[in-house]
């Protein structure tokens, strides 16, 4: 008889739980401040672009301070988690219901690159990337979620016929691809890095320095042109190219009408991004 009552009281409860799931839509995503493997709030924009990538996805995604009111079962949390590797950085997306239930694990986003910034941005846009030739998307992972939790609030109606059945909570493991090494050729464009507003300039006019040369940053309605001073025009100046400023994103646009990845980093370095390499331009305080 006790055993019958454990039993009972074991799929009240799992009913309950999977009730939540299956009753009520997932509205938000959260995206924390911090991840647990990084040292500061939002370093090297992780979590702004993690929040940048889900949107582009189909999301409603926000950092968690900045969430709408909701009941806490219409939201997933996403977090980023790295894989402890000595050669290779190896970040991989992981969602979460509000029951701490794992709704979608990527791939594993690598990234081989040496100096932190890049490869940790670089192993995120890995992970999107492969998400994308996957054709994952917000409705695929949402609608696979209520799904599954269908499937599981049916499987626990089942619990009161069977005496020996147990209530048992899967571990989701991740697979030999944590250890596949091999090296990731990245094909499509990446998107650009989100930067922080306090650190672009207002004045102006702005002057940089770049492999012994000096520049000139102008502030413009759209965002900056740069210029680098020369004798050889009129003015003294020759235009190199645009930067387009759009929610925090920035697009380098040169004289030929190619665009490139930009953004200013935490020393105030306007950096431009040309096939895998960084170039730094410096400001002159």
């Not at 932190?116 to 192993?123: E, F, G, K, P």
């Not at 012994?212 to 009129?234: A, C, D, H, P, Q």
């Not at 009408?257 to 991004?273: G, L, P, R, T």
């Amino acid at each position: 008889m006790k055993r019958l009552v454990l039993l009972f009281c074991s799929f009240l409860m799992v009913s309950q739980v999977f009730a939540q799931r299956s009753d009520i839509a997932i509205k938000y995503i959260s995206v924390p401040q911090q991840y647990e493997f990084l040292k500061s709030v939002d370093q090297y924009q992780l979590n702004s672009m993690t929040k940048f990538y889900l949107n582009k996805m189909g999301f409603s995604a926000y950092l968690d301070n900045e969430l709408p009111s909701a009941n806490r079962c219409e939201i997933l949390t996403a977090d980023v988690l790295r894989v402890k590797h000595l050669l290779v950085t190896k970040l991989y997306l992981r969602l979460t219901d509000c029951n701490n239930n794992e709704v979608y694990i990527s791939e594993i986003g690598k990234s081989y690159e040496k100096e932190w910034r890049l490869t940790y941005q670089d192993a995120l846009r890995d992970i999107f990337r492969v998400m994308e030739d996957e054709g994952a998307s917000a409705q695929t992972i949402l609608q696979k979620n209520e799904k599954d939790a269908a499937n599981v609030d049916l499987n626990a109606s089942d619990l009161k016929k069977d005496e020996t059945s147990e209530v048992i909570k899967a571990e989701v493991k991740m697979t030999d691809k944590l250890e596949n090494d091999e090296p990731t050729t990245l094909t499509i464009d990446a998107t650009p890095i989100i930067t922080e507003t306090n650190v672009m300039p207002i004045a102006k006019f702005s002057s940089y320095t770049h492999n012994n040369k000096t520049f000139l940053l102008r502030k413009t309605t759209k965002g900056y042109s740069l210029y680098e001073e020369t004798s050889g025009t009129g003015d003294g100046l020759l235009l190199l190219g645009t930067i387009t400023v759009e929610d925090n994103i920035l697009t380098f646009i040169d004289s030929s009408d190619n665009k490139k990845e930009a953004y200013f980093d935490n020393e105030k370095n306007f950096v431009i991004i040309q096939d895998g390499s960084s170039f730094v331009y410096k400001p002159v305080n």
